[in-house]
Each structure stands twice: as structure tokens, then as C-alpha cells.
């Protein structure tokens, strides 16, 4: 026998909706790339994503044609997420910081039919446009008076424009909720990137599940600064999940610099913020150097990327924020994790605490998870075996963008189908706390035992000279792999190989102590900020360790 419910589907568009009538007057502030702070309310934002939808019709945009955006944190790229999820279309947001073949690859693999783009980024996309055949237009997203003199784009509209004689009328259509209505490429450090498609109903339910207490806490009287760009897996659901609970938003524009995130953190009461390591160093040594404090802000959420200790140890201690370490990947919407003590915790000493803290976190109700070995069987939830990371739920995808990848899902004896491998390793405890140990194509295989360069980056970031460290395996003829650690300096540090690895020995067991120690002048980063381990892998290829 059925229930009898309503059966209602969830759309993207019921989130501005509600927010527009229950969150009429809460403010949606802005950095523009043009200069100026930009304020204006989710009531203004829902009427400016309906004539954004108008003008799509316009166009000629049916359902699911996909359209690119190619922007920063900002309020016409909100506009942008609801106005095309809204009408039926898929928002594909771009990473401008790709290499630009990989840009192109992107937008003609998802056949882009419209790009809108941020002023700042309209000569790089002049340059590359030729090689993009199906883009009818470039929306510039901007008024007029803001285009460049010397912009050649053919066809190109104007946002503003573009809008400006609509009603702003539309009723949101209702429409199946598995419809899709997002697009969002992995930075595929290795070949192509590939498209994780997501729909109406994954975004409604994985909005919900990152506003609960335990993952990022956010209500009516949260003030959200995503640091996190739109175009990194929809910044991290906070666009959606600040919409749902009726947060006041601050989008950062362009600069991601500490001043800059600073001042819109104090002018603005920010309590909540999010985003990956790297930005984080910067605001840190922006505040440390010029001995400033946060007086709003509650909560930094720490993901990507490991959160280095020393890190959530700052923070804590002399900023008074609370890191929330959270894990997850484009392929989950992105949340799978976020690190919440418990009840039983509030007893526990500072550094035991610490280790707990240190975890990636519990999944909330919608993400299951497990351990496998290489055989494919399940380990023990003891917090010490460590294995093949697996996940499956609701606002976890099933396959990439056009079958690329082929079948992804894999079955566990006993516990059934549909389960996504991660591609990280990691142990989980009884409490539900998974801690990641490596990335799989990361760990360092010596003498049949798995070295976690994970956990030794931390240990060497921990140390004050240090700014940033990587850790990589190198060929080895009797362990096949050891550990080689690469340090960037602070400026005006000083510290030696010799003194790093005591330090290190103090740290972890002695067999993980790297071989040797290499200076290095920066450390690469993906376009997500992550640490680019295979560019390193390339640059120490024709290193040989001094035990070798
Ligand atoms: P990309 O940025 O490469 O497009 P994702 O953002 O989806 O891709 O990256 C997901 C991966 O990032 C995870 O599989 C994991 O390896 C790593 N990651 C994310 N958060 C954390 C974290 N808190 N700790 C360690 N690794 C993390």
C-alpha cells in the first residue's frame, strides 16, 4: 500500500521562491568585479532570475540545453544558478583557472550554448571563442558602459541588457525533479576532465543535509561568505543551502586576497565562511602580519584538501573560529563529511580532542560509506584499517556526463550495488569518523606497508619555518617507493634538512621518515588549490634519492 502524500517534486526553483517570500529583506551582498559592493535582497534576486529565465526563452534555451558560466562569486552568477536550473536549462559552471585547452574541451564535451562571462575574463574567452563551435553568444556580465573599447566577440549581449526589458514575471515551471540541472567538471589532473551531472532532487536533498547542525549549521541568522567558487562543485552547495534556511549571503567577486576577505568579514558580520587550505594560509598571514582579528565570524569550514593542524589549532586559538573539517568531491554534490565532536567528546582532554578533530568527519544521514580491502571485502570500522573509501546515496552520482568513464558503481558482497569508489583511502571508527589516509594514486608504497603523505605533510606543516609542504613517493630499489618530502620556506625562515626530520621523528614512526628533503621556491596547485602532486611527480623524475 502507497501513502498519501503529496508528491511534490523538488526543484531548485522552490529554494529562491521561499527564500523571496520568507526571506524577503535578508541582503545578498557583493564584491563586483567592476569595483563596488553591490547590495540587494533575495526578494530582488528571485525577480532578476525569473527575467534571466524570460530571456533564456528568448533565445531560444529549451530544456536541458546546457549553458556556461565563466564567473566569479557574485550576485548575477546566483542569478545565473537559479534563472537556468529554474527554467529547465543546465548551469555549467567553468573553472577559469583551467589551462585553456581544458576549457575548450569542457565547454564543446558539454555543448555550451551560451556562455556568460565575468568582465575580467571576456579577452581570455575572445581569445579561445573560435575554437568553441556550438556558442551562439558570450553574455557579458556587466552593463554597457563596462564593456572594453576593444572587445572583438562576435555576437557578444549584454547582461544587463539582456534583462532589462523583461517582466520578471515567470512562474517557475514544474517539471520532473530528476531533470538535470547542473553540470560541473572534476579538475582531472590525469586525462580529460569528466562532467558530474546533477539534478533537481540531488541538490534539494544535499541542500538540506548541509544545513543540518552536525554539517554546516547554517540558519536565518547565519552570514555566509563562500570563499569557495561557484565553479567548484556550486561552491560547495552554499548558494543553494543559504537560499533554503534564509542566510544572509556576502560573495568575495574576484578578491580572494586576506585584505580583501577581511574587510567584507568585519563590514559585512560574517559568522560563516568556507573554503580550501591555500586561501586560508593567506588570510592567516595577512591577519598575523598585520595584527588584526575576526570579531564575527564562527565557523571556517576547511575541505579540498586536508586541514593542516596547525591550521585548526590557529584558528581556534587566536582568532576564536571554529574550523569545521569537511571532506567530499564533485561526484557528491560535494559533502560527505564534516567534523562535529559529540556529546561524549566535550569530556575529552584538549589534545585528545584535537585527534579527533584532526578526522574528516561523520556523514550525515544521506551518505553511506565503507572501507574495502583490494579484494573488494569490507574492514572492520575500527578506526585502524585503512582501505578503498566506498559511498553511495541520494546526491551521489551514478555515472559521468555522456558515459565517459564508463560503469562506475560497484557491488560489495552482502551489502549490494550502487556504490561509488572514491579514489581515497581511509579508516572510519565506531563513532562514524572517517579519516582519510591518502589519496589512492597518492599513497607511498614501501616494502609492502602504505606510508599516508598525508599525515606527513601535516607533521611538517606543523613546524613554524615551514609555509607549505608536499609529499611524494620516489623509486626506491629496496623498498620500491620512499618518501620525499618538499618544502616552500617562510620568507626569512631558516632550517635545514637535518633539523626537519628530528623534528618529523618526534611526529611519526621512524620508517616513514622521508629519505631526504628538497627546497623548493613555490609548491603547484590545481585550479581547486589542491596540492598538484602529479606536476611534482614530473619534476623530481630524474631524482634519485640519496639512499637509493
Ligand atoms: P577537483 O577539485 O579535483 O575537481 P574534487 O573537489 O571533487 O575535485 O576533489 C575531491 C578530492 O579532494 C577527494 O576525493 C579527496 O581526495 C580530496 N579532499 C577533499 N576534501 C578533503 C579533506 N578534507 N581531506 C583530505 N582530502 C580531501
Known amino acids: 500500500m502507497l501513502g498519501l502524500m503529496q508528491d511534490r517534486p523538488l526543484l531548485i526553483s522552490q529554494l529562491i521562491e521561499h527564500a523571496a517570500l520568507n526571506h524577503g529583506d535578508t541582503e545578498i551582498v557583493s564584491r563586483t568585479v567592476e569595483g563596488p559592493i553591490h547590495r540587494y535582497t533575495y526578494r530582488d534576486a528571485n525577480t532578476r532570475a525569473k527575467k534571466v529565465a524570460e530571456a533564456l526563452l528568448a533565445l531560444g534555451i529549451k530544456v536541458g540545453d546546457r549553458i556556461g558560466t565563466l564567473a566569479w562569486n557574485g550576485y548575477r552568477h546566483f542569478e545565473l544558478y537559479y534563472g537556468i536550473s529554474g527554467m529547465g536549462a543546465v548551469c555549467h559552471t567553468i573553472n577559469p583557472r583551467l589551462f585553456p585547452e581544458q576549457i575548450v574541451y569542457i565547454v564543446n564535451h558539454?555543448?555550451?550554448?551560451?556562455?556568460?562571462?565575468?568582465?575580467?575574463?571576456?579577452?581570455?574567452?575572445?581569445?579561445?571563442?573560435?575554437?568553441?563551435?556550438?556558442?551562439?553568444?558570450?553574455?557579458?556580465?556587466?552593463?554597457?558602459?563596462?564593456?572594453?573599447?576593444?572587445?572583438?566577440?562576435?555576437?557578444?549581449?549584454?547582461?544587463?541588457?539582456?534583462?532589462?526589458?523583461?517582466?520578471?514575471?515567470?512562474?517557475?515551471?514544474?517539471?520532473?525533479?530528476?531533470?538535470?540541472?547542473?553540470?560541473?567538471?572534476?579538475?582531472?589532473?590525469?586525462?580529460?576532465?569528466?562532467?558530474?551531472?546533477?539534478?533537481?532532487?540531488?541538490?534539494?536533498?544535499?541542500?538540506?543535509?548541509a544545513a543540518l547542525p552536525d554539517t554546516l549549521n547554517l540558519s536565518a541568522r547565519s552570514v555566509v561568505l563562500p570563499v569557495v567558487?561557484?565553479?567548484?562543485?556550486?561552491a560547495w552547495g552554499l548558494p543553494y543551502s543559504a537560499a533554503l534556511v534564509g542566510a544572509k549571503l556576502v560573495f568575495p567577486g574576484v578578491a580572494l586576497d586576506g585584505a580583501s576577505l577581511h574587510e567584507l568579514f568585519e563590514k559585512e558580520g560574517v559568522t560563516f565562511t568556507a573554503g580550501v587550505p591555500t586561501v586560508w594560509l593567506a588570510l592567516l598571514n595577512h591577519m598575523k602580519a598585520n595584527k588584526l582579528k575576526l570579531s564575527t565570524v564562527k565557523y571556517a569550514v576547511i575541505g579540498g584538501s586536508a586541514a593542516p593542524p596547525a591550521m585548526i589549532e590557529t584558528f581556534d586559538k587566536d582568532y576564536g573560529v571554529e574550523v569545521?573539517?569537511?571532506?567530499?568531491?564533485?561526484?557528491?554534490?560535494?559533502?560527505?563529511?564534516v567534523n562535529h565532536p559529540k556529546e561524549k567528546h566535550q569530556r575529552l582532554s584538549p589534545k585528545e580532542l584535537l585527534e579527533v578533530r584532526l578526522k574528516q568527519g561523520r556523514p550525515p544521514y544521506g551518505v553511506d560509506m565503507t572501507i574495502v580491502d583490494d579484494a573488494g571485502k569490507e574492514l572492520p570500522r575500527d578506526g585502524k584499517a585503512f582501505g578503498d573509501l566506498l559511498v553511495r546515496g541520494p546526491w551521489i552520482t551514478s555515472g559521468y556526463f555522456k558515459g565517459e568513464g564508463g560503469e562506475v558503481l560497484r557491488e560489495i558482497a552482502g551489502k549490494g550495488g550502487g556504490w561509488f569508489a572514491t579514489g581515497d583511502v581511509a579508516t572510519i571508527d565506531p563513532d562514524g569518523y572517517m579519516q582519510i589516509t591518502d589519496r589512492s594514486k597518492d599513497v607511498i608504497k614501501s616494502g609492502g606497508e602504505w606510508i599516508s603523505s598525508i599525515d606527513l605533510e601535516n607533521a611538517a606543516m606543523a613546524h613554524p619555518a615551514v609555509a607549505e609542504a608536499a609529499v611524494i613517493g620516489v623509486a626506491h630499489p629496496k623498498w620500491d617507493e620512499r618518501p620525499l618530502l618538499i618544502v616552500h620556506k617562510k620568507p626569512d625562515a631558516r632550517i635545514d634538512k637535518k633539523e626537519l626530520i628530528e623534528f618529523l621523528g618526534t611526529k611519526v614512526a621512524k620508517w616513514w621518515l622521508p629519505d631526504d628533503v628538497q627546497f623548493v621556491e613555490s609548491i603547484p596547485h590545481t585550479a581547486t588549490g589542491k596540492i598538484l602532486k602529479t606536476r611534482l611527480r614530473e619534476d623530481f623524475k630524474d631524482y634519485k634519492l640519496p639512499t637509493a
Not at 553574455?139 to 558602459?145: E, H, S
Not at 569545521?324 to 563529511?337: C, F, N, Q
Open 110 to 209: 558539454a555543448e555550451d550554448q551560451l556562455l556568460f562571462v565575468d568582465l575580467n575574463l571576456l579577452p581570455a574567452v575572445e581569445k579561445l571563442l573560435p575554437q568553441m563551435k556550438g556558442v551562439r553568444h558570450v553574455v557579458a556580465m556587466t552593463d554597457r558602459a563596462h564593456i572594453p573599447a576593444d572587445c572583438k566577440i562576435p555576437n557578444l549581449l549584454v547582461y544587463e541588457e539582456l534583462i532589462a526589458d523583461k517582466p520578471g514575471a515567470y512562474e517557475w515551471p514544474e517539471f520532473d525533479e530528476r531533470t538535470a540541472s547542473s553540470l560541473c567538471y572534476t579538475s582531472g589532473t590525469t586525462g580529460n576532465p569528466k562532467g558530474v551531472l546533477y539534478h533537481h532532487r540531488s541538490t534539494i536533498l544535499h541542500a538540506y543535509g
Open 324 to 337: 569545521l573539517h569537511a571532506w567530499g568531491m564533485s561526484e557528491m554534490s560535494p559533502l560527505g563529511t
Open 229 to 234: 567558487p561557484m565553479f567548484h562543485v556550486n
